[in-house]
């Protein structure tokens, strides 16, 4: 099959293209720099300029291809301005679905996001679960819009859709919050510990490239929802587990929670300001998310795709590994994005 891949610069892109070179498909990933994409080339794809901002860029890629996996969104907790959450998550999501549904493509793989679901009343819960009243970040709002849009095609239009749900994404190469969080805690950057007790599913991100490439060969599942994730940890397990890999030290203050959101949002009120993103990623969005956290139950995609969940000290290990000592005695800046 030839595979069109958008955001495949991305952490998990980068993982997925990786994994798909393994395979006969023939890929093509659409790019909004080519020189910044250039390293995918090794993989053997074809690079096709364009952004899912842009509908004739997208309906140009799509055309040729039989499959598309979409991946491209803006992952962030914080931006000077919202409105780009919209474009890209919400209005990027509409261009990939609606120029495939006109190029009849047979089989679209679109990655969502664990967080729409919000706070659901299952705990843990599932695919079937009603979604939860609130979503806790613009990112979550925007990709929950984005999935409405997705499914609405699929049910009034028969758009031939599959979508993965993927939890706390860990592993190496990830420069997004999660990672960012990790690199800080090991750097000594992190002067607090936070939200101790709020729990996420976490998921090795090279289990979710493995469930995006089962999902996209498996025959007749399309309408399919697979959630991805198992290992379900508090934010005190995690910390402890990854001073345990690292051998960095843990801060000896944890901030009360009801604290830890007050100083998000006075902080980001502070960024609003300046239009530089709060220290230690500490936004009103990173901290609802934090502290609503979510338990899911994700054995669909083991039974339905065949996958085996990686254990997350793996993947903490692998994060740890992966960046030079020299980087993480140095503590050296990174920037938000």
């Not at 509908?55 to 991946?71: F, G, K, M, Q």
């Not at 919209?86 to 996001?113: A, F, I, P």
């Not at 993947?315 to 020299?326: C, G, L």
């Amino acid at each position: 099959m030839r595979i069109l891949i958008t955001g495949a610069t991305g952490f998990i892109g980068r993982h997925l293209v990786e994994r798909l070179a393994r395979t006969d498909h023939e890929l093509s990933c659409l790019v909004r720099d080519a020189g910044r994409a250039e390293d995918l080339t090794r993989f053997g794809v074809s690079l096709v300029r364009g952004d899912v901002t842009d509908r004739e860029s997208v309906l140009e890629a799509v055309r040729p291809c039989d499959w598309v996996i979409n991946l491209a969104n803006l992952y962030s907790m914080w931006e000077p301005d919202k409105r780009v959450y919209t474009t890209v998550n919400v209005g990027g999501t509409r261009n990939v679905m609606e120029c495939s549904l006109e190029s009849g493509v047979s089989k679209v793989v679109h990655v969502s996001t664990a967080g729409i679901y919000g706070n659901p009343s299952d705990r843990p819960f599932t695919e079937e679960s009603e979604i939860g009243p609130t979503r806790f970040s613009e990112y979550a709002r925007t990709k929950f819009l984005a999935d409405f849009i997705a499914w609405d095609l699929h049910e009034k239009r028969g758009l031939p859709l599959v979508v993965i749900y993927p939890g706390a994404v860990l592993g190496p190469g990830d420069t997004k919050p999660t990672g960012r969080y990790i690199e800080d805690l090991i750097r000594g950057r992190m002067p607090v510990t936070v939200f101790k007790d709020s729990v996420m599913t976490y998921v090795h991100v090279k289990d979710v490239a493995e469930a995006i490439v089962r999902a996209a060969e498996k025959e007749d599942n399309v309408g399919e929802k697979y959630l991805v994730g198992k290992h379900r940890l508090s934010f005190a397990e995690l910390n402890e587990m990854i001073s345990e890999v690292s051998g960095a030290p843990l801060p000896k203050v944890n901030l009360p929670d009801k604290v830890t959101a007050l100083t998000a949002a006075l902080l980001t009120r502070l960024s609003e300001i300046t239009k530089r993103p709060p220290p230690w990623g500490m936004s009103a969005d990173q901290a609802g998310m934090a502290e609503a956290g979510f338990e899911f139950d994700g054995r669909k995609a083991e039974k339905d795709l065949g996958i085996s969940y990686t254990p997350i000290r793996v993947a903490i290990q692998e994060t740890v590994e992966s960046k030079p000592r020299s980087d993480r005695e140095l503590g050296d800046e990174e920037t938000c994005r």
